[in-house]
T-cell receptor
Framework: AQSVTQLGSHVSVSEGALVLLRCNYS??????LFWYVQYPNQGLQLLLK??????LVKGINGFEAEFKKSETSFHLTKPSAHMSDAAEYFC???????????FGAGTRLTVKP | ETGVTQSPTHLIKTRGQQVTLRCSSQ?????VSWYQQALGQGPQFIFQ???????GRGNFPPRFSGLQFPNYSSELNVNALELDDSALYLC??????????????FGPGTRLTVL
């Protein structure tokens, strides 16, 4: 069975500050990890994914995440927050068959001017 | 390239009724997954269809059923609606399993309200 836990349902940062959204996973098989973003009244958009290989993954809009197996973590970061980053962020995990993606509860990011 | 589309965008039903939600997958994708996203929560996996057959199911009762058609579009049917079925229903399409794991591309969702 697989699951993810997102620490912090709400995160607030100032524009230009570092963004750090935390995700820890549990998986009995090698995990494939994803970060999605959801804007109000919209579907989910993929930010980045980790499958195999390099543990530091770069995504769209300046986001990146590092897979740390020893810590079972896949935290999302961005060096400098922009107002347009305000949204709901979801971490997700699946296995090689990709037929049961498990999402975290989400973290709402607020960016203050 | 057309993305994932869902219809209708909004729907209001009463308890006990039945509902059908529709999804058209992205061009070239033959796998469709359905998720339920309750307000303030993350999406919960309902089931996945691959080549017109169910290929994995989450912890949802049998009154949640689905279909996939030869053109890879899909329907989600919910019978005997309950108040707790009120949610955003998301459809996602992806490329064939067995290859490298690809991301799932999500549609905008159907907002179902059960009164």
């Amino acid at each position: 069975a697989q699951s993810v836990t997102q620490l912090g349902s709400h995160v607030s940062v100032s524009e230009g500050a570092l963004v750090l959204l935390r995700c820890n996973y549990s998986s009995s098989v090698p995990p494939y990890l994803f970060w999605y973003v959801q804007y109000p009244n919209q579907g989910l958009q993929l930010l980045l994914k980790y499958t195999t290989g390099a543990t530091l993954v770069k995504g769209i809009n300046g986001f990146e995440a590092e897979f740390k197996k020893s810590e079972t973590s896949f935290h999302l970061t961005k060096p400098s927050a922009h107002m347009s980053d305000a949204a709901e962020y979801f971490c997700a995990v699946t296995g090689a068959t990709n037929n049961d993606m498990r999402f975290g509860a989400g973290t709402r990011l607020t960016v203050k001017p | 390239e057309t993305g994932v589309t869902q219809s209708p965008t909004h729907l209001i039903k009463t308890r006990g009724q039945q509902v059908t939600l529709r999804c058209s997958s992205q061009s070239g994708h033959n796998t469709v997954s359905w998720y339920q996203q309750a307000l303030g929560q993350g999406p919960q996996f309902i089931f996945q269809y691959y080549r017109e057959e169910e290929n994995g199911r989450g912890n949802f009762p049998p009154r949640f059923s689905g279909l996939q058609f030869p053109n890879y579009s899909s329907e989600l049917n919910v019978n005997a609606l309950e108040l707790d079925d009120s949610a955003l229903y998301l459809c996602a399409s992806s490329t064939p399993r067995g290859l490298a794991v690809h991301e799932q591309f999500f549609g905008p969702g159907t907002r179902l309200t059960v009164l």
